[in-house]
T-cell receptor, first 112, second 114 residues
Framework: ETGVTQTPRHLVMGMTNKKSLKCEQH?????MYWYKQSAKKPLELMFV???????ENNSVPSRFSPECPNSSHLFLHLHTLQPEDSALYLC???????????FGPGTRLLVL | GDSVTQMEGPVTLSEEAFLTINCTYT??????LFWYVQYPGEGLQLLLK?????DKGSNKGFEATYRKETTSFHLEKGSVQVSDSAVYFC?????????????FGTGTQLKVEL
């Protein structure tokens, strides 16, 4: 248990659906991250939020829309996804500029 | 840009064997280095880290030494157990340009058999 929780753990959605992934951290951290983990590829950083402000968007398609209402919660809103978006989506948090990031268990997403 | 290169897996070992997983990196600044482990069906867990040259990170019997001269951070364990079976990720964090970004390797799967 790292103090970072993600829901749901598994999600199956059609290409026309709209769904949201949720991440919550109980560590008092200020920065939160979304990563995508696809088979045979390195983890890809998607978004970074620091004190609720987005500081990084790693050229992510607009069908992925992040939201950070406060320092403890991070959402990833999904709409009109493609099958190639199927992956494990990992959330992480850190204490501001401190290097160590703590990861949640991930949401396994399958797009049909 | 920054990059991390890990040895390809899977690595299959017998219990109590010695483990080495190679990791080399390329970075423009002075990165911190990490090993994360991912057990089946779970997210990444921080295993160990080193923040400057010649530092040794250690945890749960695993060790890695930050070698600036060879730009390496190889993971070692003297005697592996079946419970060590997982995917291991080497990563670096370079704060030179501001922000906090981790660059990961592709991961090395370790299988430990009885």
């Amino acid at each position: 248990e790292t103090g970072v929780t993600q829901t749901p753990r598994h999600l199956v959605m059609g290409m026309t659906n709209k769904k949201s992934l949720k991440c919550e951290q109980h560590l008092g951290h200020n920065a939160m991250y979304w990563y995508k983990q696809s088979a045979k590829k390195p983890l890809e950083l998607m978004f970074v939020y620091n004190f609720k402000e987005q500081t990084e968007n790693n050229s992510v398609p607009s069908r992925f829309s992040p939201e950070c209402p406060n320092s403890s919660h991070l959402f990833l809103h999904l709409h009109t996804l493609q099958p190639e978006d199927s992956a494990l989506y990992l959330c992480a948090s850190s204490h501001g500029a401190e290097e160590t990031q703590y990861f949640g268990p991930g949401t396994r997403l399958l797009v049909l | 840009g920054d990059s991390v290169t890990q040895m390809e897996g899977p690595v299959t070992l017998s219990e109590e064997a010695f483990l080495t997983i190679n990791c080399t990196y390329t970075a423009t600044g002075y990165p911190s280095l990490f090993w994360y482990v991912q057990y089946p069906g779970e997210g990444l867990q921080l295993l160990l880290k080193a923040t400057k040259a010649d530092d040794k990170g250690s945890n749960k019997g695993f060790e890695a030494t930050y070698r600036k001269e060879t730009t390496s951070f190889h993971l070692e364990k003297g005697s592996v157990q079946v419970s060590d079976s997982a995917v291991y990720f080497c990563a670096l964090s370079d704060l030179t340009g501001g922000g906090n970004k981790l660059t990961f390797g592709t991961g090395t799967q370790l299988k430990v058999e009885l």
